[in-house]
């Protein structure tokens, strides 16, 4: 096939059909124009909801505006790679508080370097066929309005949860873009919001992030307190956070589309390190080599260890008063960390003020 014989919408079609080649579920295409989510970010930097995600401001204009971010782009390639492990039991861990939760994006290896190398490949591809040209791609990485992008290019619609849904996947997915300086067929944006009445992830959100439909209170999340918050989880949240110990995925869980979610086809997106069924108590005695070892290509490695034991000191605050957990709090009373020892004092008081102090001193 050579570039004299494919026009823009041949080219359009094989680009897709590469994709799908490379593991991608889903691939649309969209010009620079984001349209009214420009706006809909810069009211909610103006509100605060950011936190102190200050990334999220920075940047000026680029973070709307592909063509700024990249000059010469003309097209936007918007792709989704399925996630969800197969049985991932995630209502039944919930539900045992004395097991550490861990949002399925991050059980398995980080996505960040799979999906940039499969966008490497699709460029390559293109590239055999039509010579060089410009291109750019991004996985979460740089300024750039991914779930905007996706709904323009025809993946789903921005729900009430601010996750991209798909009517027929649900929203378990990553996304990820190839910026080009190619002037492709666009496809039409997803116009139609499907959610209806229902407003089940805003009434599950443990802490009720949730200030409106598809309006997000960073600073109230559990994936921010959990991951982004560098220093101490406000205390007015931390019994609200229960046991989940990286991001969160309640809202996720009630939505009534991901009943049509399928299960990855990606190995590497399967739990490792039995990060799917672990105890709380288990991963707080995790060593920090013994951290750095297993968390080695995954997401968890972005909380880094000192944070990674605050939010399991809160799971294990929240957890029931047994032997392992009241034992894995007392062995880090003295941690070198000021932060891992408040937050273990903190757990400490929880479990004094549910139990009555000779019983606690029994259970030691």
Known sequence: MSSQTLDPAALADAIKAWS???GFQQVGITGVDIGEHEAHLERWLAAGYHGEMDYMAAHGSKRSHPEQLVPGTLRVISLRMDYLPGDTRMAEQLARPEKAYVSRYALGRDYHKLIRKRLQQLAERIQQVIGPFGFRAFV???PV????VAQQAGLGWIGKNTLVLNRKAGSWFFLGELFVDIELPVDEPTARDHCGSCHACLDICPTEAFVGERVLDARRCISYLTIELKGPIPVELRSKIGNRVFGCDDCQIVCPWNRFARPTEQADFKP???LDNAELATLFRWTEEEFLSRTEGSPLRRTGY????RNLAVGLGN???SIPVLEALQARRDDPSDLVREHVEWA??????RQPADRITALL
């Open 20 to 22: 799908r080649e490379l």
């Open 140 to 142: 979460d990485s740089a």
């Open 145 to 148: 309005l991914e779930k905007a």
């Open 272 to 274: 490792r390190h039995s």
């Open 306 to 309: 000192h944070n990674w034991l």
């Open 319 to 321: 957890a029931p008063s």
């Open 348 to 353: 400490l008081a929880q479990h004094a003020a």
